[in-house]
């Protein structure tokens, strides 16, 4: 069970990373301004993770094949919810 995890939490890590690559063409790396941290790709990456890792041990995949499938969903999972999230606070600041 601790491999599924480990293996789903990479997995989920992974595709958070590319899809940060995706989106924003290149690494943003994390900075620190005067009033807030922003984390560039790690927010993506242990975004998808954390999601990975809540799927594997909600739904106990009996199968190698499906722990791979699962953290990819995850993984882009995660990553909607970001840009979704995104899009709310576009539409909040107009």
Do not use: C
Not at 2 to 13: E, W
Not at 64 to 90: C, K, P, Q
């Amino acid at each position: 069970m601790l491999a599924n995890i480990i293996f789903s939490v990479v997995i989920g890590g992974s595709v958070g990373l590319v899809g940060h690559v995706r989106k924003n063409g290149k690494l943003v790396m994390p900075r620190k301004t005067k009033r807030f941290l922003y984390l560039g790709f790690m927010e993506e990456v242990l975004l998808g993770a954390i999601a990975a890792l809540l799927l594997a041990l909600y739904t106990a995949p009996n199968s190698f094949v499906e722990m791979i499938i699962y953290s990819l969903i995850a993984g882009i999972a995660g990553d909607t919810i970001l840009i979704r999230l995104n899009l709310v606070n576009h539409d909040n600041e107009k």
